[in-house]
């Protein structure tokens, strides 16, 4: 059974379910402003002998299926296309659509149904990261990241004795930091937006009064869910129903959250911050014993901030990848991976070799994360260092082309030398004079390899070719487990700050304070939304959840499609790996073949075999027919729904 492969160059070709294998030429990114020399690497180890196959690391609580559907090919349309977690959202952001609004109308639309269809991660009492490209030109990157209260303090998870209260910044009120959800998605319907907000919010108001039938995946979730939202009466009542979990194919009715959407949709983000919404969501959290106050909601602001870019050139390409800034992690350390693997021979995403190279160039992107991203706001991040072409140049250079490094051996480069303005591209900040001593960057490392996969990405072109690029979250799966008697759950983000700077952790390592506790300040993020173009025109957007992994998952998407030729879908359905530099382990997906684990090894990676590493929703524009091609991911049963 073959599917149909879009080749960038020479146009339809076939492939196996995996195809990963080109029978065009290799593409080079080069991602400077010239090109690099191709450099050819080293022939393998000789083969060793197998040892016994490690168990498999399942995590399925996030909705992640353990027998995907792998779709044969991407779902083709003339006009726009949707692609999220969820069929039902989709159909909101096609309702949309349809009655003429454009891709930013559908994507508030698809937003406020994931908080009704989706309620793991979908959310309004989370926050996230929207990135457009308007078919104007215009592009725009929305952070409406969850941000500390007023009273958060460096140390409030610090118990008397000094020891760390682990629980409080995971579960319950006092690990709820400051909303964002509806004030970005309200703004960004504002600036680009053509239908009224009552309009783009009916699908999720009628979702959540009328119900709708609970599917075997979010029965899945909710039970897995259970643990966390019995501890609070009303997500108890809410989602599990006063212990009555409901089953495959019962209707889920949630009026609470219908008459809250309702106020939203008439008094706008108002309502949310400053209305009777947000005075009862604060007085709430107060008597549950959180810090969360009607100041914080009322001082709360969406960040409107220039995307990164960075240019890449392939031998009949010139490609511009629009990413995401700080607080997110991801967009640096997907242009870094881009630039120093440009002028390496990749052949495929199940070739031993090309696997190296993309493992070793993750173990330093994500060794840079580690010691020098945080909030731009808060402290100055060496951003135009970290992207300039000659830095990732170097960090090339220190790569074993047929051994694995340690990650022990494996520092943070020096890119204070490449931080000149001269050397910056646009949208690119300022520097940071000193990157966070080793222990540090370590415990940050190993911290962030606990994080759950609970985040949800979608991705929307609509017929004009304007594009929008969205992830949010509610950080762990129903976020803090507490949910308000307005019918919504609120996050656990204050999680993703560091809880106990300047001591050790569990692993003997010093925790830092870039990421410390401040008042008003965002927590270093991993959500990447991204849009390539190509020739200056639309080619392909996608983003996914994952914690660290989403780094990983969507830079393989991008390689796959703009330096392998592959198929959108193949390229979605192609096994993953992931490495953030620590814990120094490999993480593989099942489908991986032995053959390519056993020649890593061999090269000596420490590989674990793990269940779903992301679930990339990506969209490609044909480059022959125009047409809009959704690539849903089948491991957390992603669909994708076009307009013809």
């Given at each position: 059974?073959?599917?149909?492969?879009?080749?960038?160059?020479?146009g339809?070709?076939?492939?196996?379910?995996?195809?990963?294998r080109s029978?065009?030429?290799?593409?080079?990114?080069?991602l400077?402003l010239a090109?690099?020399?191709?450099?050819?690497?080293a022939?393998?180890?000789?083969?060793?002998?197998?040892p016994?196959?490690?168990?498999?690391?399942?995590?399925?609580?996030s909705?992640?299926?353990?027998h995907?559907?792998w779709p044969?090919?991407?779902?083709?349309a003339?006009?726009?296309m949707v692609?999220?977690?969820?069929?039902?959202?989709?159909?909101?952001g096609?309702?949309?659509?349809?009655q003429?609004g454009?891709?930013v109308?559908?994507?508030?639309a698809?937003?406020?149904?994931?908080?009704?269809?989706l309620?793991?991660?979908?959310?309004?009492?989370?926050?996230g990261?929207?990135?457009?490209?308007?078919?104007d030109?215009r592009d725009t990157?929305?952070?409406?990241r969850?941000?500390?209260?007023?009273?958060?303090?460096?140390d409030?998870?610090?118990?008397p004795?000094?020891?760390?209260?682990?629980?409080?910044?995971?579960?319950?009120?006092?690990?709820?930091?400051?909303?964002?959800?509806v004030?970005?998605?309200?703004?960004?319907?504002?600036?680009?937006?053509?239908?009224?907000l009552?309009?783009?919010?009916?699908?999720?108001?009628?979702?959540?009064?009328n119900?709708?039938?609970v599917?075997?995946?979010?029965a899945r979730?909710?039970?897995?869910?259970?643990p966390?939202?019995?501890k609070?009466?009303?997500?108890?009542?809410?989602?599990?129903?006063?212990g009555a979990?409901?089953?495959?194919?019962?209707?889920?009715?949630?009026?609470?959250?219908?008459?809250?959407l309702?106020?939203?949709?008439?008094?706008?983000?108002?309502e949310?911050?400053?209305?009777g919404?947000g005075?009862h969501?604060a007085?709430?959290?107060r008597?549950?014993?959180?810090?969360l106050?009607?100041?914080?909601?009322?001082?709360?602001?969406?960040?409107v901030r220039?995307?990164?870019?960075?240019?890449?050139?392939?031998?009949?390409?010139?490609?511009?990848?629009i990413?995401a800034?700080?607080?997110?992690?991801?967009?640096v350390?997907?242009?870094?991976?881009?630039?120093?693997?440009?002028?390496?021979?990749?052949?495929?995403?199940?070739?031993?070799?090309?696997?190296?190279?993309i493992?070793?160039?993750?173990?330093?992107v994500f060794?840079?994360?580690?010691?020098?991203?945080a909030?731009?706001?808060?402290?100055d991040?060496?951003?135009?260092g970290?992207?300039?072409p000659?830095?990732?140049?170097?960090?090339?250079a220190?790569?074993?082309a047929?051994?694995?490094?340690?990650?022990?051996?494996?520092?943070?480069?020096?890119?204070?030398?490449f931080?000149?303005?001269?050397?910056?591209?646009?949208g690119?900040?300022?520097?940071?004079?000193?990157a966070?001593?080793?222990?540090?960057a370590?415990?940050r490392?190993l911290r962030d390899?606990?994080?759950?996969?609970?985040?949800?990405?979608?991705?929307?072109?609509?017929a004009?070719?304007?594009?929008?690029?969205?992830?949010y979250?509610?950080?762990?799966?129903?976020?803090?487990?507490?949910?308000?008697?307005?019918?919504?759950?609120?996050?656990d983000?204050?999680?993703?700050?560091?809880?106990?700077?300047?001591?050790?952790?569990?692993?003997g390592l010093v925790q830092?304070?870039?990421?410390?506790?401040?008042?008003?300040?965002?927590?270093?993020?991993?959500m990447?939304?991204?849009i390539?173009?190509?020739?200056?025109?639309?080619s392909?957007l996608?983003?996914s959840?994952?914690?660290?992994?989403i780094?990983?998952?969507?830079?393989?998407?991008?390689?796959?499609?703009?330096?392998?030729?592959?198929d959108?879908?193949?390229?979605?359905?192609?096994?993953?790996f992931?490495?953030?530099?620590?814990?120094d382990i490999?993480?593989v997906?099942?489908?991986?073949?032995?053959a390519?684990?056993r020649?890593?090894e061999?090269?000596?990676?420490?590989?674990?075999?793990?269940t779903?590493i992301?679930?990339?929703?990506?969209i490609?524009?044909d480059?022959v027919?125009?047409?809009?091609?959704?690539?849903?991911?089948?491991?957390?049963?992603?669909?994708?729904i076009?307009?013809?």
């Amino acid at each position: 059974m073959q599917s149909a492969r879009l080749d960038p160059t020479r146009g339809i070709t076939y492939s196996g379910k995996f195809p990963m294998r080109s029978r065009t030429p290799a593409i080079y990114v080069c991602l400077a402003l010239a090109p690099f020399i191709a450099v050819r690497s080293a022939a393998p180890p000789a083969p060793q002998q197998a040892p016994p196959p490690a168990p498999i690391e399942r995590e399925l609580s996030s909705g992640e299926t353990p027998h995907p559907q792998w779709p044969a090919g991407p779902v083709r349309a003339k006009q726009a296309m949707v692609v999220s977690d969820e069929r039902l959202a989709c159909e909101a952001g096609i309702d949309i659509l349809k009655q003429g609004g454009n891709a930013v109308d559908a994507a508030v639309a698809v937003g406020f149904a994931l908080a009704v269809v989706l309620p793991n991660a979908g959310n309004i009492g989370g926050g996230g990261f929207m990135l457009v490209r308007m078919a104007d030109g215009r592009d725009t990157f929305f952070d409406y990241r969850e941000t500390a209260p007023g009273a958060a303090t460096r140390d409030m998870y610090i118990r008397p004795d000094g020891s760390l209260d682990t629980e409080a910044s995971q579960v319950g009120p006092r690990s709820v930091a400051i909303p964002g959800t509806v004030a970005g998605l309200v703004l960004a319907l504002q600036k680009f937006g053509t239908m009224t907000l009552h309009q783009v919010m009916a699908p999720a108001i009628r979702l959540a009064e009328n119900g709708f039938p609970v599917s075997e995946k979010l029965a899945r979730i909710l039970t897995a869910g259970a643990p966390r939202l019995s501890k609070f009466p009303i997500s108890k009542r809410i989602f599990l129903r006063d212990g009555a979990p409901y089953a495959p194919g019962e209707i889920f009715r949630q009026p609470d959250l219908a008459r809250t959407l309702r106020r939203i949709a008439a008094g706008g983000a108002e309502e949310f911050y400053r209305g009777g919404t947000g005075r009862h969501l604060a007085s709430e959290v107060r008597k549950m014993g959180g810090i969360l106050t009607s100041k914080d909601l009322e001082k709360y602001t969406v960040k409107v901030r220039d995307p990164l870019r960075a240019l890449s050139a392939t031998p009949s390409d010139q490609w511009e990848v629009i990413t995401a800034p700080p607080p997110s992690s991801g967009g640096v350390a997907l242009i870094g991976a881009l630039q120093i693997l440009g002028p390496i021979d990749l052949k495929s995403v199940e070739d031993p070799q090309s696997v190296h190279w993309i493992v070793e160039t993750m173990r330093r992107v994500f060794a840079d994360r580690a010691a020098y991203l945080a909030d731009a706001d808060f402290g100055d991040v060496p951003v135009r260092g970290l992207t300039d072409p000659r830095y990732n140049a170097e960090r090339r250079a220190k790569i074993d082309a047929r051994r694995a490094s340690r990650s022990a051996d494996v520092h943070a480069g020096d890119p204070a030398r490449f931080s000149s303005p001269a050397a910056s591209m646009r949208g690119l900040g300022r520097e940071q004079e000193k990157a966070l001593d080793e222990e540090e960057a370590t415990a940050r490392s190993l911290r962030d390899a606990a994080h759950s996969n609970d985040t949800t990405h979608f991705s929307i072109v609509d017929a004009a070719g304007n594009a929008v690029s969205n992830t949010y979250t509610l950080n762990d799966s129903f976020g803090s487990g507490v949910a308000v008697s307005d019918g919504f759950l609120l996050n656990d983000t204050m999680d993703d700050f560091t809880a106990q700077p300047g001591v050790a952790n569990g692993f003997g390592l010093v925790q830092s304070d870039a990421n410390s506790i401040q008042p008003g300040k965002r927590p270093v993020s991993s959500m990447t939304p991204v849009i390539l173009l190509r020739g200056g025109k639309l080619s392909f957007l996608a983003g996914s959840p994952g914690g660290p992994r989403i780094i990983s998952a969507t830079l393989l998407t991008v390689l796959s499609w703009m330096r392998l030729g592959m198929d959108p879908q193949a390229a979605i359905n192609a096994p993953r790996f992931h490495h953030q530099w620590m814990p120094d382990i490999l993480y593989v997906e099942e489908t991986l073949p032995e053959a390519v684990i056993r020649d890593l090894e061999a090269r000596g990676h420490i590989v674990k075999v793990r269940t779903w590493i992301g679930e990339v929703e990506a969209i490609v524009i044909d480059p022959v027919t125009g047409e809009r091609l959704g690539a849903p991911d089948a491991r957390r049963e992603g669909v994708a729904i076009g307009l013809p």
